[in-house]
């Protein structure tokens, strides 16, 4: 792939679309006057081109969409349907439509950052816990389209989010106060980038380290975010020949999981094996999990504002935003017995 | 309010605010060349004349618009995300956009189907999992929008739904099969409609009824969806003289609450109490509980199938959708004791 140019020109798109240059136009605005065909020849050949709709012209053509797209990964999941309400909240007043874009799968995450900005559809897009490639990043901000990350874990582009360090060390730091000093880790990694090693880990490592505890690497399970995960991780952790006193969990659901493997081996939480999460998840309250607890709906909020801001080309906007966490203390961490 | 009335012409509306045919209907198409204010006149004037948009007119005048709005409660429940995975998953390849509108409070709601048609954002409306009022599905269909429920309990427009009756009673005869009498139930009402009798409920009262067994006003206990009411209402439950050998709750939500309850008073779930929710929500699994499960995915994604077969006009779409609900039976039930 080229470098994108700004010396393309729409008469440039519209002669190789073959089309006249008001045509080329309303098809990059998003006209429903033009005929699909027409429109998907003009895209093609501003995508090919590298076509860069000046902000001016475009608001000049079109004026803003007033639409934000909402890319998120998975909306069935608490953190997210709770960011997507905040961010809701957050827009409301602005006028602003919210246009939903479920990309589970990296695939589906990589067609809609090529497809998006040819078809000018949105104002902005607000993408929620995943990172966006820089060259995807680069793209946007020359069709003129902002983005801001909700709940993202490190960006080269506005954001919202908590610092994962932090938190991994409130949960670490709770379980070695109670004097536990074989702690296992239910390790969840994005999927999309396993070699990455993330924040939450780095406070397992550092917090041990800073207490003169060697990293037993048999007492790190790796998984995804999902509770049967951690259920299956805490069966292994059960099976070593001297299995952990307190387990840390990347979030809530591994926990539950972990919690349901140590009940069924008929051994007590918190008496025989301590168990923290991280998010305060609702279920958290009803299960009585001891967690570190993320403000979701108002990373969501924070990040339209912030949004609304940059659209407005406000120019004070603070545009890396971290909110604090809190350790929760519930009924699943108790101090090692003996 | 008077009816609508299919008189009014395009012409009437344009005259009445002061501006030219072309103008009027630009802006009532959402075309972003029309100044904001006058786009306000107009949707003023059309709303207040009940200006009727003929389906032919508006294709002509501004095609389709290409996008369907989701409406939905409480995007941050599981259900609730997971009927919106659904719908996306159905609209995939029939390049629909979703424009996303929560409307938690039953204000946020009115004021979305007030302003939706005259806007004219949208070929279509899902709802998820609550009732339209019959005067707003007739406003729709006069703009030429289809409505489509996914997830809802009772409809006079085309639908996907469990059977809520059904599935009571598969909840209800579960535990009466295990032998239990005295079965309370945590009953979820929706706030909105506080004195509609829901088929959950009913579902008790007949199960109850068939086998003999007199309904206990005391062991009926009113509340939300939330777990939080669930672990109130046990309480109140726990408090009675001769407190239920089994308790059904509207939801697993509400049924995990109950459960914490029970545990927190030293009791054994299910050697003392057996607790049942519905929904098989993904913690369902992960906390051991007995539940009857829907398949929330599956019911988005036929909603969306439904519709993008109303759009295209094919004639044999059926328009009524039950799909089965079925009994999971894990931990939390057992026979009463003695």
Same mark, same amino acid.
């Given at each position: 792939?080229?470098?994108? =140019?700004?010396? !393309?020109? #729409?008469?440039?798109?519209?002669? #190789?679309? %073959?089309?006249?240059?008001?045509?080329?136009?309303?098809?990059?605005?998003?006209?429903? *006057?033009?005929?699909?065909?027409? *429109?998907?020849?003009?895209?093609?050949?501003?995508?090919?081109?590298?076509? &860069?709709?000046?902000?001016?012209?475009?608001?000049?053509?079109?004026?803003?969409?007033?639409? &934000?797209? +909402?890319?998120?990964?998975?909306?069935?999941?608490?953190?997210? %349907?709770?960011?997507?309400?905040?961010?809701?909240?957050?827009?409301?007043?602005?006028?602003?439509? +919210?246009?939903?874009?479920?990309?589970?799968?990296?695939?589906? *995450?990589?067609?809609?950052?090529?497809?998006?900005?040819?078809?000018?559809?949105? $104002?902005?897009?607000?993408?929620?816990?995943?990172?966006?490639?820089?060259?995807?990043?680069?793209?946007?901000?020359?069709?003129? &389209?902002?983005?801001?990350?909700?709940?993202?874990?490190?960006?080269?582009?506005?954001?919202?989010?908590?610092?994962?360090?932090?938190?991994?060390?409130?949960?670490? $730091?709770?379980?070695?106060?109670?004097g536990h000093r074989r702690i296992a880790m239910l390790e969840?990694?994005?999927?999309?980038?396993?070699?990455?090693?993330?924040?939450?880990?780095?406070?397992?490592?550092?917090?041990?380290?800073?207490?003169?505890?060697?990293?037993?690497?048999? /007492?790190?399970?790796?998984?995804?975010?999902?509770?049967?995960?951690?259920?299956?991780?805490?069966?292994?952790?059960?099976?070593?020949?001297?299995?952990?006193?307190?387990?840390?969990?990347?979030?809530?659901?591994?926990?539950? %999981?972990?919690?349901?493997?140590?009940?069924?081996?008929?051994?007590? &939480?918190?008496?025989?094996?301590?168990?923290?999460?991280?998010?305060?998840?609702?279920?958290?309250?009803? =299960?009585?999990?001891?967690?570190?607890?993320?403000?979701?709906?108002?990373?969501?909020r924070r990040a339209a504002e912030m949004l609304i801001g940059?659209?407005?080309?406000?120019?004070? !906007?603070?545009?890396? !935003?971290?909110?604090?966490?809190? /350790?929760?203390?519930?009924?699943?961490?108790?101090?090692?017995?003996?």
């Amino acid at each position: 792939m080229s470098q994108p =140019t700004t010396k !393309v020109t #729409l008469a440039d798109v519209a002669r #190789l679309a %073959g089309v006249g240059v008001g045509t080329a136009s309303r098809a990059l605005s998003g006209s429903a *006057r033009v005929a699909p065909e027409t *429109r998907a020849k003009v895209l093609e050949v501003a995508d090919r081109l590298h076509y &860069v709709v000046s902000p001016d012209a475009a608001s000049l053509a079109s004026g803003r969409t007033g639409r &934000v797209a +909402l890319v998120v990964p998975h909306l069935s999941r608490w953190f997210f %349907g709770e960011v997507a309400e905040g961010i809701h909240a957050g827009l409301r007043g602005a006028d602003l439509d +919210l246009l939903l874009y479920p990309v589970g799968a990296v695939q589906e *995450r990589a067609e809609f950052f090529e497809r998006l900005p040819a078809r000018r559809k949105v $104002d902005a897009v607000i993408v929620v816990a995943f990172q966006v490639l820089e060259a995807e990043r680069r793209r946007l901000e020359l069709m003129g &389209v902002h983005i801001v990350a909700a709940g993202g874990q490190s960006a080269a582009y506005p954001y919202v989010r908590i610092d994962d360090y932090v938190a991994g060390r409130q949960a670490m $730091d709770h379980l070695l106060f109670l004097g536990h000093r074989r702690i296992a880790m239910l390790e969840a990694r994005d999927p999309d980038q396993p070699d990455l090693d993330p924040p939450r880990s780095d406070a397992y490592v550092e917090a041990l380290r800073e207490n003169g505890i060697e990293v037993d690497p048999e /007492l790190v399970v790796v998984g995804d975010w999902g509770g049967e995960q951690g259920a299956q991780g805490m069966s292994r952790l059960l099976s070593l020949r001297t299995p952990p006193t307190a387990v840390y969990a990347h979030s809530d659901e591994v926990a539950l %999981g972990a919690v349901r493997t140590i009940r069924r081996a008929g051994l007590d &939480v918190p008496r025989d094996i301590s168990v923290i999460g991280i998010d305060d998840h609702p279920l958290a309250a009803l =299960t009585d999990l001891t967690t570190v607890r993320q403000p979701a709906h108002e990373q969501g909020r924070r990040a339209a504002e912030m949004l609304i801001g940059l659209l407005r080309g406000d120019p004070g !906007v603070d545009e890396s !935003v971290t909110l604090p966490t809190e /350790l929760v203390v519930r009924g699943s961490t108790a101090p090692p017995r003996g």
